[in-house]
């Protein structure tokens, strides 16, 4: 794996259960790799006898919390935008200019294969440091903002679903590659990656998904520790409906129906992002 990238997984009060390490090692990743934590957690010297205190990288929570928009005003901080800003700083004192965004709880990196019936087969991804490099470099080609892998639920519909054959795809969820030279802010205390992508899109950033290869996390509010408390406190309300707040042009809610029932978040891309016209439609 190159010298110049590395990997944080942003956790909060699960130490001794970071499933993402697991799912690393299963997929054959050799690179560096690092859990990042805020100085407020109250399990930071367990995640330091557990993982070895090189391995831990802690950012100032309050700190971060004064420069960052998180669409509230109240002063509660259990949220992982705050970490995923502090990323960018962490990458770039220790001397990476590329990094990969992590939450703890993927069970394993996935690809995709078109059975041509209408139907995916799903693999273990055996060549993670292959992949990231690809999209390290498509990175370092174009002017992408970041680049995601992709989530178990976007390949419902299977092959005929639409989302597989995209190749990529205009939104960054839970995973994404960054340039410490190319910055840029997540913003909202809940579903920050949602109201990143929606109100930067618009703005003329690039934000994409690789279709073919993704990652499983666990079920959404099933792990204790994480986001998990505060979104069964909010019953699950806050989540979507802060991304209206940050980009009303684009986003509305509706309910999701799935085994774990919700309301969620709709974005309308013809609202969102610029769109290319035809060639055809040059004046002459």
Not at 122 to 129: F, M
Request: with cysteine; hydrophobic share 35%; charged share 25%.
């Amino acid at each position: 794996m190159r010298n110049d990238f590395c990997i944080f997984i942003c956790s909060n009060g699960r130490a001794g259960s970071v499933t993402t390490i697991k799912a690393l090692e299963g997929s054959g990743y050799t690179g560096d790799w690092y859990i990042l934590c805020d100085d407020l957690d109250r399990q930071l010297d367990d995640y330091r006898r557990e993982y070895g205190a090189e391995r831990v990288q802690v950012f100032d929570k309050k700190a971060m919390a004064a420069i960052i928009d998180t669409g509230t005003n109240d002063s509660d901080m259990r949220a992982i935008v705050y970490a995923r800003n502090a990323c960018f700083d962490v990458a770039k004192s220790l001397g990476y200019r590329y990094f990969m965004e992590l939450d703890d709880d993927i069970k394993r990196f996935m690809y995709k294969k078109d059975k041509h019936d209408g139907r995916l087969r799903e693999r273990l991804l055996p060549n993670l440091d292959a992949v990231i490099e690809s999209m390290i470099g498509f990175m370092e080609s174009t002017k992408t903002t970041t680049i995601a892998m992709a989530q178990g639920g976007d390949f419902i519909g299977g092959v005929n679903g639409g989302f597989f054959k995209k190749g990529l795809a205009r939104k960054a969820m839970n995973s994404f590659i960054c340039d410490v030279e190319r910055r840029f802010w997540f913003c909202g205390k809940q579903n920050e990656d949602v109201s990143t992508y929606v109100t930067l899109s618009n703005r003329g950033k690039l934000f994409f998904t690789f279709t073919k290869c993704g990652i499983t996390p666990e079920p959404t509010q099933k792990l204790a520790g994480g986001m998990t408390e505060v979104y069964k406190e909010s019953g699950g309300y806050t989540k979507p409906f802060s991304s209206v707040i940050f980009a009303p042009f684009a986003v509305k809610v509706r309910a999701m129906s799935s085994k774990h029932a919700r309301i969620h978040h709709a974005v309308s891309w013809n609202n969102c992002a610029p769109c290319i016209l035809d060639e055809r439609w040059k004046k002459e």
